[in-house]
């Protein structure tokens, strides 16, 4: 998909559909305005009908609209006009997208100038608009044979807001479309089947990404590799398993070689069965979706370096697939992590925290300004918070600040949970430095505690997108997040 900026009054702009907003109960934008008044009154006619009424989301397409020079006229519902924050016109912008991409339009204008957004620039109106324009085009096709067809339209332009520089609003557009292209990759590395996206096809995906940036630079380690580093945990997680496990390594640099980086951490369970803690048979396909952290990760880092952001990251991912065999891991059985701590592994479908646990002893070495680790890792997240929220858990309150307000800009929320000491505890166990599991009470936040005793060294969050990674039912399919937030994190961070 291409974008532009054009400027010209609505009504003397060229393209196949031009979309104005109509508000709750008929008011007229100012676009929205100028199309009636060249227009014979067309739109009020059409709003007096009540046949739209411009509630929030809803489109109409007016064909051969008089006065414009454009085959369609597309009406968006803005809802109420003092009630648009971002997310209402997210909303908003989706829908108008949809209706674009229903339709045989090849290039799509929208005339939205005079779009107030509460708390929000015009850039971010355009990023979101680029970003929206990319997720709603996505189709998954790899393993159908019937293949669902492309959008038509392959043009969209933005009229750009009184006061607003233009370069600023390309660069918004870039920037969206981008971060769209991220998301709809972790989507698909999310949707692939766990016979095709297995550790090496990770692997492989990061290698293809590296290759087309000279600012990147691909590590792929092995089973072998991982042993000598004395990644027990990690290791222990794939035993079982005749896919090998690879530890990927994506090494970003956009400022000086000696500046310190951010690291991201993904959990990359390209199946999860439980191990020999089996799991039950109810929809266990979705544990194909395991791997959305390592997504969120390698979408980021394909962002980053097409964003070119002026500091240097790190994208890790610790990729396994977790099966029962005779040669997996027993629960009761106790490994001895990189980090030198020994755990007892007293369930193996808590695997996500014993491959987590040695990436993050890994990150070490970066002597990080910050890691942030992805993984879907509890039930007991999608328990708590549903789809909406991803948890969030850090040492570094800070931190913490800095990422719900990401989430908010970014329509891409997380929200705290606490990690306090007193969790600590349920996970004791009498024959190892720690245990894996702590219990059937507070899920997620004993896993995070988990975790918290390997990143001592560095400021840390860990982000359990359990409930947010996918959606389940007739909508089956990875969201893609939490790319648009890290790269908002990213975005805001210096070197
Ligand atoms: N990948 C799962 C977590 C999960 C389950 C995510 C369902 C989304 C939906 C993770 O590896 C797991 O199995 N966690 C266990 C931990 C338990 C054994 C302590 C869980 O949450 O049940
Ligand atoms: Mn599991
Ligand atoms: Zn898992």
Not at 100 to 125: Q, Y
Request: charged share 20%; aromatic share 6%; with cysteine.
């Amino acid at each position: 998909m291409k974008y532009s900026i054009k400027a010209g009054a609505t009504n003397k702009i060229n393209s196949d559909c031009i979309a104005v907003v109509v508000w709750n109960k008929g008011g007229l934008s100012e676009e929205a305005q100028l199309a009636d008044k060249v227009g014979d009154k067309g739109i009020s006619k059409i709003v007096r009908s009540e046949d739209f009424t411009g509630t929030l989301g809803q489109t109409h397409i007016v064909y051969n609209p008089i006065g414009l020079k454009s085959k369609r006229l597309l009406l968006i519902g803005g809802g109420e006009s003092k009630k648009l924050d971002g997310k209402n016109a997210a909303r908003m912008l989706t829908a108008g997208l949809k209706a674009v991409f229903a339709s045989k339009a090849a290039s799509a204008h929208f005339a939205i100038a005079s779009l107030n957004v509460k708390d929000e620039t015009p850039e971010w109106v355009c990023q979101r608009l680029s970003q929206e324009a990319e997720t709603a085009s996505y189709r998954y096709n790899t393993t159908k044979s019937t293949k669902s067809k492309a959008v038509r339209a392959n043009l969209i332009s933005v009229s750009p807001s009184k006061g607003a520089r233009r370069k600023s609003l390309e660069e918004a557009l870039k920037s969206g479309s981008a971060i769209g292209a991220g998301i709809n990759r972790a989507r698909h590395l999310g949707n692939l089947p766990g016979n095709i996206c297995t550790p090496s096809y990770l692997a492989d995906e990061a290698t293809a990404i590296g290759s087309k940036h000279s600012s990147m630079k691909i590590k792929i380690l092995g089973e072998k590799q991982m042993g000598r580093l004395k990644m027990g945990s990690l290791l222990s997680v794939s035993a079982g398993s005749a896919e090998e496990a690879k530890l990927i390594v994506m090494e970003y640099k956009g400022a000086k070689a000696d500046s310190k980086p951010h690291v991201l951490v993904g959990k990359g369970v390209t199946f999860d069965t439980g191990g020999i803690s089996l799991k039950g048979g109810g929809g266990m396909d979705e544990m194909k979706f395991d791997m959305c952290g390592a997504a969120s990760v390698i979408g980021v880092m394909a962002t980053v370096a097409q964003l070119k952001l002026p500091i240097n990251i790190v994208g890790l991912v610790g990729a396994v697939e977790n099966m029962p065999s005779s040669t997996a891991t027993k629960p009761g059985d106790i490994v001895t992590s990189m980090a030198g701590k020994t755990i007892e592994v007293l369930n193996t479908d808590a695997e996500g925290r014993l491959v987590l646990c040695d990436v993050l002893t890994y990150a070490e070495r970066y002597k990080p300004r910050s890691v942030i680790d992805i993984a879907t890792l509890t039930g007991a997240a999608v328990a708590t918070f549903g789809s909406h929220v991803s948890a969030l858990l850090s040492n570094n309150d800070k931190l913490i600040e800095e990422l719900i307000d990401c989430g908010k800009s970014s329509l891409d929320r997380v929200w705290p949970l606490p990690l306090w000491e007193e969790y600590q505890p349920l996970l004791n166990s009498n024959f190892a430095d720690i245990a894996n599991i702590g219990g059937p009470r507070a899920g997620t936040i004993t896993a995070a505690c988990f975790l918290s005793k390997f990143a001592e060294k560095f400021k840390w969050a860990h982000l359990d997108i359990a409930g947010s990674a996918w959606h389940s039912g007739a909508q089956k399919g990875a969201t893609g997040r939490p790319v648009a937030l890290l790269v908002e994190y990213l975005s805001q961070q210096k070197a």
